[in-house]
């Protein structure tokens, strides 16, 4: 018995995640990001990390064509920045009013995030629509702040019990 489109997306609403935006920047297409809750680490020795990206996406194609990106992870306050980075603007429309800056390794950095982690790519696997890209952590921020959550169509944030 097969499992259709719809059956899959309802299991996976069941499975809370955390939103990231993924962000690269290449001299020709210039800065891209896009919001992904398919992020995980691989490897603590060595630090590495995965997101998978849709194959259509121009965010998506400049992590590929320059090997590196970053991963924002983003925090109970940025649910806007989220959907700014999740589409229906053009890219230069997401990062208009996002607080960024360039990383070491040249990767765009949402400083208002929990996190950002510089990576290079060391990996990458076409797996039905979605490239895995795993990463080879470079550099780390880490910042104060409670993350976003998202889990059954809607964000959520952590009980403070």
């Known amino acids: 018995m097969s499992v259709d489109a719809s059956q899959f ?3 996976l609403k069941l499975w809370a995640s955390g939103v990231t935006v993924v962000t690269a920047q290449s001299e020709q297409q210039g800065l891209k990001g896009m919001t992904a ?3 995980s680490s691989v490897s603590v020795d060595p630090p ?7 194959q259509n996406t121009d965010t998506g194609a400049v992590v590929l064509e320059q090997k590196q990106f970053a991963v924002n ?4 306050e940025q649910q806007d920045v989220s959907n700014q980075f999740a589409g229906g603007g053009t890219q230069e429309e997401r990062f ?3 607080a960024w ?3 070491e390794h040249g990767a765009p950095l949402l400083t208002e995030s929990l996190a950002s982690l510089e990576c290079k790519v060391v990996d990458q696997v076409l797996a039905g629509t979605h490239w895995i890209v795993i990463g080879a952590v470079q550099k780390v921020v880490c910042r104060d702040g409670e993350p976003l959550l998202y889990y059954s169509g809607a964000y959520r944030q952590l009980s403070q019990d």
């Not at 590495?48 to 849709?54: G, K, P």
């Not at 992870?73 to 109970?76: A, V």
């Open 9 to 11: 997306k309802n299991a």
């Open 37 to 39: 809750t398919s992020f």
């Open 48 to 54: 590495q990390i995965l997101v998978c990206l849709n």
């Open 73 to 76: 992870i983003l925090g109970t």
């Open 96 to 98: 208009a009013n996002v």
């Open 101 to 103: 800056e360039s990383g």
